[in-house]
Structures are given as structure tokens and as C-alpha cells.
Nanobody, 126 residues
Framework: QEQLVESGGGLVQAGGSLRLSCAASGRPFSSSAMGWFRQTPGKEREFVAA????????LYADSVKGRFTISRDNTPNTVYLQMNSLTPEDTAVYYC???????????????????WGQGTQVTVSS
């Protein structure tokens, strides 16, 4: 079983930046594709960004493309989400997820991920 723990959320003004971290433990992290999703009350969890097991492939939601960057470091088993130029529309609980799949391909679909973190709140004030 893989355990995921997010950190780095908080309150920031519009135009500011935050970096989220997700520390993984348990099953081999290096063979997992990783994703970030977010959710606001009353809405479905939505895709934000994903990265392949070897970091050779990344995916981004159109709403964050050019502002957010996903990266990973397989030595401390951590995936990051650098968020720049934040807007109030980015306010949400952000979740880290791991996909245990052969070749570690990233996915935009929540149902393709096997493990989830508890989430970290990001609030962007106007």
C-alpha cells in the first residue's frame, strides 16, 4: 500500500505562488505515475497535472497550463506542484494521487489512480 501526504497549502494573495509537496511511502514510488487534482465544495474532483514515472511525460489542465509545473524527485519519493500567478479560481483542496500502472503513464482521470492523499487546502484571496 502506498501512502501519500500532501503539504504546502495555505493562504496567498492573487498573483502569488505556492509549492505543494506530496511525500510517498510504501510501494515503489519510482514506478508510479503521479497526479494532482483539486476539489471545491459541491463540485467533482478535477484534474490539475500529472507526471509519468520517469518524469518524461507531463499533462496539464488547460486552466493551469503555463502557470503550474509538476515535477518529481524519486530520491526522497516526492512529487511537487509549483503554482504561480494564482487566482481566486484556484482555491480548492488539492489532492495528490498515485497510479500503479505498467510503464507509469500519467492520466487525467481520477478512476485511473489507486492511492490518494488526504488533501491540502489552497486559498487565494483577491
Amino acid at each position: 500500500q502506498e501512502q501519500l501526504v500532501e503539504s504546502g497549502g495555505g493562504l496567498v494573495q492573487a498573483g502569488g505562488s505556492l509549492r505543494l509537496s506530496c511525500a510517498a511511502s510504501g510501494r515503489p514510488f519510482s514506478s508510479s505515475a503521479m497526479g494532482w487534482f483539486r476539489q471545491t465544495p459541491g463540485k467533482e474532483r478535477e484534474f490539475v497535472a500529472a507526471i509519468s514515472d520517469n518524469a518524461g511525460s507531463t499533462l496539464y489542465a488547460d486552466s493551469v497550463k503555463g502557470r503550474f509545473t509538476i515535477s518529481r524527485d524519486n530520491t526522497p519519493n516526492t512529487v511537487y506542484l509549483q503554482m504561480n500567478s494564482l487566482t481566486p479560481e484556484d482555491t480548492a483542496v488539492y489532492y495528490c494521487a498515485a497510479r500503479m500502472v505498467l510503464l507509469g503513464a500519467p492520466s487525467t482521470k481520477t478512476y485511473n489512480y489507486d492511492y490518494w492523499g488526504q488533501g491540502t487546502q489552497v486559498t487565494v484571496s483577491s
